[in-house]
Structures are given as C-alpha cells and as structure tokens.
C-alpha cells in the first residue's frame, strides 16, 4: 500500500504563503502522477494542481497564477507552494498518487494521503 503523508499546513493571515509537502517511500513515486485537491468545509473535494511524471503540470481554476507544484524524485517529495492565500483557499488539502500520465480527476488518483489543515484567516 502506498503511504503519503502531508505537511505544512497551519493557520495563515489572508496574503500570506504556505508551502505544503507530501513524502512517499514508495520507491514508484518517480513515474507516478502527482496531485493535490482540497476539501473546503461543505464543500465537495475539488483539483487544485498536479504534476506528471515529466514534469508537465497543470492547475484549477482557484490555484491559476497563486500556487505552484513541484517535485523532487530523489527526495520523493512533492511540493504545493500557495502564495497570495484568500479566506476562500480553507480547506484539507491531499496529496494524491494516480497511474495515470495526467489527470485533474480524483477518480483517477488511487492513493491518497491523509491530508493537511489550511486555514486562511481574514
């Protein structure tokens, strides 16, 4: 089974950064898809970015412009670096590992994390 574990989150003013990280040991994780999502309260989960194994990446249309994803295979290490945060961006934030070459489906994402608590105070 395929553990990630998240990192990073933590209670933000609006405008501020927060960089999010999600380790594997999974020794695959090189040629896995690599996804974040969110989950805001009451809300359903939605795609915030994701990286393929080349490195092609891809955002919704809440991350467009503010967040970046990045990746270190040889760490194993995906990264989410939210800058600009909005009160709107609260939310469990997951990492997700797919076999896919690239999707912003989470149906696609069979391996999931347990996610990390953002909170972006007004």
């Known amino acids: 089974q395929v553990q990630l574990v998240e990192s990073g989150g933590g209670l933000v003013q609006a405008g501020g950064s927060l960089r999010l990280s999600c380790t594997t040991s999974?020794?695959?994780?090189?040629?896995?898809?690599m996804g974040w999502f969110r989950q805001g309260p009451g809300k359903e989960r939605e795609f915030v970015a994701a990286?393929?194994?080349?490195?092609?990446?891809g955002y919704g249309e809440s991350a467009e412009g503010r967040f970046t994803i990045s990746r270190e295979n040889a760490k194993r290490v995906v990264y989410l670096q939210m800058n600009s945060l909005k009160p709107e961006d609260t939310a469990v934030y997951y990492c997700?590992?797919?076999?896919?070459?690239?999707?912003?489906?989470?149906?696609?994402?069979?391996?999931w994390g347990q996610g990390t608590q953002v909170t972006v105070s007004s």
């Open positions: 997700a590992a797919s076999t896919s070459a690239y999707s912003d489906d989470s149906r696609q994402y069979a391996f």
């Open positions: 999974e020794p695959s994780f090189t040629s896995a898809l």
């Open positions: 990286i393929s194994r080349y490195g092609r990446t």
